[in-house]
């Protein structure tokens, strides 16, 4: 099977240094970061400051391995890894949404940083609710299981 | 800069061949298509039933090069690569959100597909409302550009 290859086109820094205590969703953190877009991409940015959220698309860099049914960090019982946000993958892609706080140069400020510091970052899109909304959502096995303001990553996925 | 290489866990079947008169987001298709996982990948696929949509990272296969600046499908002003959706990217990667209608081994059936036959598939996360929704967004741009139920691609990407 035929490889798919990119190049980071910048990085993420954040005060999260290892895999534990860190927010498993943005929703769950108010801590700030920065998205540093490399100097050859800061064009990209532009019209950007006008979105108050964008879908960031990065690589969890710190993941090695995947098994295909895996406890996520909401749940004591083995999911199959597609029914969850777990950061060991098949293929090691994260996906946050992301509160712009505003943009400078080429680095994006954001306010719910849920990404650990170092971060390859893939891409940028813009969060638009005409498309990213849905009504009448069946949520699975999340269901029920969300009821507090913070939810912290513990070791589960750091082996 | 180290490049980070994937391999597809899937591929995905649509009546879409080429890329213009393409619903350039899933909120705008009404066509079936199916996400066909490797055999190998399926049993990742285990309670993605209990779902209604799914977010599906893809590789816009048939995509070459990228500009920092585009006119993006509903507009004609350019505007900055990452406040678009548009298709030929630094990095080709393509993100669309998708109702399941049913799963049935390997074979993810979806009723709203914005996608190319023949894509390749990086990944399926689960949508979460409780993760993936939010209040008070500004879109930007896009800002009263969305005024039908239908919009398709025409040529723009397809050099």
């Known amino acids: 099977m035929k490889k798919i290859c990119y190049s980071p086109i910048g990085i993420v820094h954040s005060e999260f240094k290892e895999k534990i205590n860190v927010p498993i969703q943005s929703v769950f953190s108010n801590k700030k970061g920065i998205i540093e877009i490399y100097p050859e991409f800061s064009g990209g940015l532009k019209?950007?400051?006008?979105?108050?959220?964008?879908?960031?698309?990065?690589?969890?860099?710190?993941?090695?391995?995947?098994?295909?049914?895996?406890?996520?960090?909401?749940?004591?019982?083995?999911?199959?890894?597609?029914?969850?946000?777990?950061?060991?993958?098949?293929?090691?892609?994260?996906?946050?949404?992301?509160?712009?706080?505003?943009?400078?140069?080429?680095?994006?400020?954001?306010?719910?940083?849920?990404?650990?510091?170092?971060?390859?970052?893939?891409?940028?899109?813009?969060y638009v609710p005409d498309f990213d909304q849905?009504?009448?959502?069946?949520?699975?096995?999340?269901?029920?299981?969300?009821d507090r303001k913070e939810y912290l990553s513990d070791n589960r996925f750091s082996f």
Chains 1, 2 share one sequence.
């Open 47 to 126: 019209d950007l400051d006008g979105f108050s959220h964008i879908f960031l698309i990065y690589h969890f860099h710190l993941s090695k391995g995947f098994t295909l049914k895996v406890k996520p960090f909401l749940d004591d019982v083995e999911r199959g890894i597609f029914s969850t946000r777990a950061p060991k993958r098949p293929n090691n892609i994260g996906l946050s949404i992301l509160s712009i706080e505003r943009i400078e140069n080429n680095m994006v400020y954001v306010s719910d940083i849920d990404i650990i510091d170092n971060t390859p970052v893939l891409d940028i899109k813009p």
């Open 134 to 146: 849905r009504q009448n959502v069946k949520d699975g096995w999340f269901s029920n299981k969300i």
